[in-house]
């Protein structure tokens, strides 16, 4: 798992894995999560807060969080993400303060231009009252030595939407209807207050209990483990820990491009504007802020994660899919169950690795002899992976696509850019491949390394696949057996 503070990650990577642990010994239970506490803060010196009894609130919390509940302030939330809110204390209340750059100049210009009397003047330098200041910004840009700082908390700079704002004690507080779950929030805090969910304990009961579990890896998944962890290494590795075998989701990227280059030849033909629906993050975008495109441009074939579940779900009756990947937002997406038959679970490849501990599980070195997916299945992964292979499918089909416009956006502030234009009939292409994260899903929240030791593992393990095509791929599978379409209905 990359973050700037490992101490962070170690601390919330080993709640996860001693839950777990604890759930496949059949163990876990309220005196156990309370004992859990004092193993992981045994006192009486405080590690990483003020005092052991706010780490232990902090440890209790984390806890919830990993059985999939949220905080005790929070009881009843459905949002796959969270405040901690014992966490979130360190951070300034007003996001402008005054430096030492402040020359008390005799002009006064921050005291005259401030409407709210949220300025005086000290003996050193001006003060600004967090209580009464509006954070209009009139102040900073009236100061003629910039002395006035602008200080914008990382959780609210990372958030895309503008979901996340401050009660009155500077605790963050996250909208539910804005928050769309792409959690880069997440690891931008520096106090680790903020989570999402976890699930590893009711797949971990699943397991226990003799279910048919699957486990579904991203197309993100080769590269980010080493080079020498291959899908077969991984497919492995899941079957140790219990489930009863792993597919690679990138045959869903090969059903899910297939099905989309067809809304995409008759969309173009239509003259009708659409956008990819693979980005759960993205999606949420739509959904809750671009309603109206999210009706009319959207694409209705269901996500490669969806098309697999659907696909095991067909072949086994009664199994539990789970996604392994470096989304938090896929979270959210199988939660969403107006989309019939998907996902039952995601977990994260810092989830999966935490859940490996706890059965002290290694990946072991082996050939790449595992594949589903074709090449361009596996390359969803990447900014211009779902276009690419849409447009592929169109070539294996025999279409003209020379003419066809397109715009690959990746990035929070690049999406909702796209969307905007979109929304305002200012959009001149013809399809939006839109992907919340930076760089695409290998950029992920979650991912496990570095983007340079992911690109340069990843290549080398792509370079071993075979080079079948998408369609000719598709049809060794009973794609008239399950529904590619978002509601079910079969065509």
Request: aromatic share 10%; hydrophobic share 35%.
């Given at each position: 798992?990359?973050?700037?503070?490992?101490?962070?990650?170690?601390?919330?990577?080993?709640?996860?894995?001693?839950?777990?642990?604890?759930?496949?010994?059949?163990?876990?239970?309220?005196?156990?999560?309370?004992?859990?506490?004092?193993?992981?803060?045994?006192?009486?010196?405080?590690?990483?807060?003020?005092?052991?009894?706010?780490e232990r609130e902090i440890v209790k919390e984390r806890i919830r969080l990993a059985c999939a509940q949220p905080p005790r302030n929070k009881v009843g939330s459905t949002n796959t993400v969270q405040v901690i809110s014992a966490a979130c204390e360190e951070c300034p209340l007003s996001s402008y303060t005054v430096t030492d750059n402040c020359r008390l100049c005799i002009g006064k210009a921050c005291l005259n231009s401030c409407r709210f009397g949220a300025i005086t003047i000290g003996s050193h330098r001006s003060h600004i009252d967090p209580t009464k200041c509006k954070e209009c910004g009139m102040c900073a840009n009236a100061c003629p030595y910039g002395a006035i700082a602008h200080l914008v908390r990382p959780c609210k700079r990372a958030c895309p939407v503008g979901a996340i704002t401050y009660d009155d004690n500077g605790i963050c507080q996250i909208d539910e209807s804005k928050c769309i779950a792409c959690g880069h929030c997440i690891h931008s805090c520096p106090f680790g207050a903020i989570g999402s969910k976890t699930y590893l304990v009711d797949i971990v009961n699943h397991i226990v209990a003799g279910d048919e579990v699957y486990a579904m890896c991203a197309p993100a998944t080769e590269g980010q483990f080493g080079e020498k962890v291959s899908m077969e290494s991984i497919r492995q590795c899941c079957i140790e820990l219990g489930f009863k075998d792993m597919i690679e989701v990138g045959l869903g990227g090969d059903m899910t491009a297939a099905y989309e280059s067809a809304e995409w030849s008759e969309a173009y033909k239509e003259g009708r504007k659409m956008t990819t629906s693979c980005c759960p993050a993205f999606i949420n975008m739509l959904r809750?802020?671009?309603?109206?495109?999210?009706?009319?441009?959207?694409?209705?074939?269901?996500?490669?994660?969806?098309?697999?579940?659907?696909?095991?779900?067909?072949?086994?009756?009664?199994?539990?899919?789970?996604?392994?990947?470096?989304?938090?937002?896929?979270?959210?997406?199988?939660?969403?169950?107006?989309?019939?038959?998907?996902?039952?679970?995601?977990?994260?490849?810092?989830?999966?690795?935490?859940?490996?501990?706890?059965?002290?599980?290694?990946?072991?070195?082996?050939?790449?002899?595992?594949?589903?997916?074709?090449?361009?299945?596996?390359?969803?992964?990447?900014?211009?992976?779902?276009?690419?292979?849409?447009?592929?499918?169109?070539?294996?089909?025999?279409?003209?696509?020379?003419?066809l416009k397109l715009v690959q956006v990746a990035g929070g502030d690049e999406c909702r850019k796209a969307l905007m234009m979109l929304k305002a009939n200012r959009f001149k292409e013809d399809f939006i491949e839109g992907m919340v994260c930076p760089g695409g899903c290998v950029g992920g929240p979650s991912k496990y390394k570095t983007e340079m030791e992911i690109k340069r593992a990843r290549e080398n393990l792509l370079k071993k696949a075979d080079g079948r095509k998408v369609l000719e791929n598709i049809s060794n599978y009973p794609m008239d057996k399950f529904s590619m379409h978002r509601d079910g209905h079969m065509e």
């Open positions: 798992m990359v973050t700037n503070d490992q101490s962070l990650v170690s601390l919330k990577h080993k709640i996860m894995e001693r839950t777990a642990a604890l759930a496949y010994e059949g163990k876990l239970n309220d005196e156990t999560k309370e004992a859990l506490v004092y193993e992981i803060i045994p006192g009486p010196i405080a590690q990483y807060r003020c005092c052991i009894y706010k809750k802020h671009f309603p109206k495109q999210y009706e009319e441009n959207m694409s209705s074939t269901v996500s490669p994660m969806c098309a697999i579940s659907r696909y095991l779900k067909y072949l086994h009756p009664g199994c539990i899919t789970v996604f392994i990947g470096p989304c938090i937002a896929k979270k959210s997406e199988a939660n969403d169950k107006s989309v019939p038959d998907n996902a039952d679970y995601a977990i994260t490849f810092g989830e999966f690795s935490a859940l490996r501990r706890s059965r002290g599980v290694e990946f072991k070195p082996m050939e790449s002899t595992y594949q589903e997916s074709s090449i361009w299945g596996k390359r969803f992964a990447s900014s211009g992976g779902v276009a690419n292979a849409v447009i592929e499918c169109m070539h294996e089909r025999g279409e003209d696509t020379s003419a």
